[in-house]
Protein backbone atom coordinates (compact mmCIF):
# COMPACT_ATOMS: atom_id res chain seq x y z
CA UNK A 1 0.00 0.00 0.00
CA UNK A 2 2.57 2.28 0.75
CA UNK A 3 4.47 1.75 -2.49
CA UNK A 4 1.00 2.34 -4.63
CA UNK A 5 0.92 6.03 -2.59
CA UNK A 6 -2.94 4.88 -2.29
CA UNK A 7 -4.77 7.27 0.08
CA UNK A 8 -8.16 5.13 -0.24
CA UNK A 9 -9.57 2.37 -1.42
CA UNK A 10 -13.04 1.46 -2.47
CA UNK A 11 -14.36 -1.96 -0.80
CA UNK A 12 -17.34 -3.32 -2.86
CA UNK A 13 -18.89 -7.26 -1.35
CA UNK A 14 -20.89 -9.40 -3.16
CA UNK A 15 -24.25 -9.56 -1.13
CA UNK A 16 -24.71 -12.60 0.55
CA UNK A 17 -28.15 -14.41 1.07
CA UNK A 18 -27.13 -15.65 4.58
CA UNK A 19 -27.42 -13.63 7.70
CA UNK A 20 -24.23 -15.40 8.79
CA UNK A 21 -21.99 -14.59 5.83
CA UNK A 22 -23.10 -11.26 5.75
CA UNK A 23 -22.01 -10.83 9.78
CA UNK A 24 -19.08 -12.54 8.82
CA UNK A 25 -18.24 -9.79 5.71
CA UNK A 26 -18.62 -7.07 8.61
CA UNK A 27 -16.59 -8.52 10.94
CA UNK A 28 -13.68 -8.66 8.50
CA UNK A 29 -14.43 -5.79 7.05
CA UNK A 30 -13.84 -3.72 10.24
CA UNK A 31 -10.45 -5.40 11.04
CA UNK A 32 -9.26 -5.00 7.13
CA UNK A 33 -10.72 -1.38 7.63
CA UNK A 34 -8.30 -1.01 11.14
CA UNK A 35 -5.41 -2.47 8.97
CA UNK A 36 -5.67 -0.34 6.33
CA UNK A 37 -5.26 2.89 8.63
CA UNK A 38 -2.46 1.83 10.08
CA UNK A 39 -0.53 2.64 6.67
CA UNK A 40 -2.94 5.56 6.43
CA UNK A 41 -5.27 4.26 3.94
CA UNK A 42 -9.10 5.41 3.87
CA UNK A 43 -11.38 2.70 3.31
CA UNK A 44 -14.80 3.33 1.61
CA UNK A 45 -17.38 1.45 0.64
CA UNK A 46 -20.03 0.61 -2.40
CA UNK A 47 -23.03 -0.54 -1.34
CA UNK A 48 -26.17 -1.38 -3.63
CA UNK A 49 -29.41 -2.51 -3.06
CA UNK A 50 -30.12 -5.16 -6.34
CA UNK A 51 -27.86 -7.61 -7.49
CA UNK A 52 -25.67 -9.71 -5.62
CA UNK A 53 -22.36 -8.25 -7.00
CA UNK A 54 -21.40 -4.84 -7.87
CA UNK A 55 -21.13 -5.84 -11.58
CA UNK A 56 -24.66 -7.27 -11.54
CA UNK A 57 -25.61 -3.66 -9.91
CA UNK A 58 -24.36 -1.79 -12.35
CA UNK A 59 -25.30 -3.80 -15.57
CA UNK A 60 -28.82 -3.43 -14.19
CA UNK A 61 -27.95 0.69 -14.21
CA UNK A 62 -28.07 0.99 -10.86
CA UNK A 63 -26.50 3.71 -8.74
CA UNK A 64 -23.35 2.29 -6.64
CA UNK A 65 -22.58 5.44 -3.96
CA UNK A 66 -19.19 5.12 -2.66
CA UNK A 67 -19.28 6.25 1.21
Known sequence: MQESGAERV???FDQDEREE???AVERNLAEFR???Q????????APWKEGKGIDDALALGRAVIVH
Not at 38 to 45: E, H, M, N, P
Open 38 to 45: VFGVRALT
Open 34 to 36: EAL
Open 10 to 12: ILA
Open 21 to 23: TRR
